[in-house]
């Protein structure tokens, strides 16, 4: 969850958090350069991939039985899906966003 909030505050122009994500080791976040739009939204839904596949993967090895874990993986699907109702929300407000916009009165 830490990377979807650090995605938020890029979002909103402050600076992120001091803790390293997945995105800053991958080098797509270059230090004091500007990200688009684009680029952040495209970081937040790969983030929001990331988290399904490892949330199915756990649940997977608990079915199987390779880990008895069942607690962080319970954890994981609820991340999982609080990510995808998020990314739900931006989809919808940004639509929203278009849509007025396309109304306005030149």
């Known amino acids: 969850m830490t990377q979807i909030h650090d995605l938020i505050q890029s979002i909103q ?22 990200k688009s739009f684009g680029d952040t939204m495209t970081d937040f839904l790969d983030v929001v991939n990331s988290n399904s596949k490892a949330a199915a993967h756990q649940v997977t090895d608990v079915v199987q039985g390779n880990s008895d874990n069942l607690t962080q993986a ?15 929300e931006i989809r919808t407000k940004l639509l929203d966003s278009y849509q007025e916009i396309s109304r306005m009165q030149v």
């Open 13 to 34: 122009g402050t600076q992120p958090g001091s803790q390293a994500t997945d995105l800053s080791q991958k080098g797509k976040v270059a230090s004091g350069a500007q």
């Open 74 to 88: 319970m954890i994981s699907m609820e991340e999982s899906k609080l990510s995808f109702q998020l990314m739900i």
